[in-house]
């Protein structure tokens, strides 16, 4: 499974920067050592050599660990203080168990920083954990009409009919080729906080608003001609649905909502279709060298050939077309 492992039994740390850190371990003591600002123990519990991957991305605010392994564990310890734990299985094979509960595939566990769980992996274990600010993400859910005690963690989550693993494995994707191939710089607060809306875009969906959307025509369209608005004044900054969110006071399910009965689109796709356009007038101005790569990553495409992709079936062309016409 672990392609990347050699014969070493050193720990390994490639394209590590302030923002993000690989490391492979063969050693589970220094493999647990690993982990950011957290304070971890680990106790093997099948027979094997044991092979550790850890990725980790600092998000300001928000923390983003990927942690795979291939023999089951026995986990304890805590969290960087002050924040609330995200632990969202993407893949596992064998029984898991949290605080001597058997947890069924497609469930995701949260917690308090210093509440953890003692939890027992099982074999070929890929594991994301997302720790954000308590602070913040209190703040966020306020505004997302998302009622959250926690004083009632922890607590786990139903995964089942939602594409959140799969949206995050996409995420952690763009971050982890971005970053090895330098497609982009996190020490951009911008793209840090493009990655990191997107991710809490899908926490939201982990946590859905309860809130009633009752809101007359009219109004549907005037929330949707202020957000247009504040977008195209924008233009020039990659734009999240957070960013809106924020600026109109609203939660994404009312934008969504309002999007939908409106434009008969979604707010993503629109600012998405936004970002292309834009790019698409960049390359056509065919500035003295400049790259696809360097315009996709301006309008917030981290991942090349996606943004080909979806350049092609929008326009017609490759950018690379409209680079050099």
């Not at 392994?69 to 064998?94: D, E, H, V, W, Y």
């Not at 769980?117 to 966020?140: F, G, H, K, S």
């Not at 504040?230 to 994404?252: K, Q, V, W």
Request: glycine letters at 6%; charged letters at 25%; one cysteine or more.
């Amino acid at each position: 499974m672990y392609d990347v492992f050699a014969s070493s039994t050193a720990s390994r740390r490639n394209g590590n920067s302030p923002f993000s850190r690989r490391v492979s371990s063969q050693d589970i003591d220094e493999h647990a050592e690993q982990v950011s600002d957290w304070q971890l123990t680990y106790d093997q519990m099948t027979a094997g050599r044991f092979h550790g991957e850890l990725t980790e991305f600092s998000l300001d605010w928000m923390q983003v660990i990927r942690d795979r392994t291939n023999q089951s564990l026995i986990k304890r310890g805590s969290a960087k203080p002050g924040t609330i734990n995200f632990s969202i299985p993407l893949s596992f094979s064998g029984d898991f168990y949290c605080d001597g509960h058997l947890v069924s595939e497609g469930n995701a566990l949260v917690a308090h920083a210093d509440d953890l769980p003692q939890l027992r992996t099982p074999d070929e274990m890929d594991l994301v954990m997302i720790t954000v600010d308590q602070n913040i993400l209190e703040q966020e859910l306020v505004l997302q009409g998302i009622a959250f005690e926690s004083t009632h963690l922890p607590k786990t989550y139903q995964l089942k009919g939602l594409a959140l693993p799969q949206n995050l494995r996409n995420i952690l994707a763009e971050l982890e080729y971005g970053s090895a191939h330098a497609q982009f710089d996190l020490s951009d607060e911008c793209i840090r906080r493009q990655f990191r809306d997107a991710i809490m875009l899908q926490l939201f969906e982990l946590l859905p608003s309860s809130q009633p959307i009752g809101i007359t025509p009219s109004a549907r369209k005037r929330t949707v001609d202020r957000a247009c608005e504040y977008a195209l004044a924008h233009l020039d900054e990659p734009l999240s649905i957070l960013d809106m969110c924020h600026t109109l006071g609203a939660s994404r399910r009312k934008l969504q909502y309002c999007f939908q009965e409106t434009l008969g689109t979604n707010p993503v796709a629109y600012l998405r279709a936004l970002r292309l356009n834009a790019a698409r007038r960049e390359l056509r101005q065919g500035a003295a060298q400049v790259s696809v790569q360097e315009v996709a990553s301006r309008w917030g495409f981290w991942h090349l050939s996606r943004f080909s992709s979806e350049y092609r079936a929008m326009f017609g062309e490759r950018p690379s077309q409209t680079l050099h016409r």
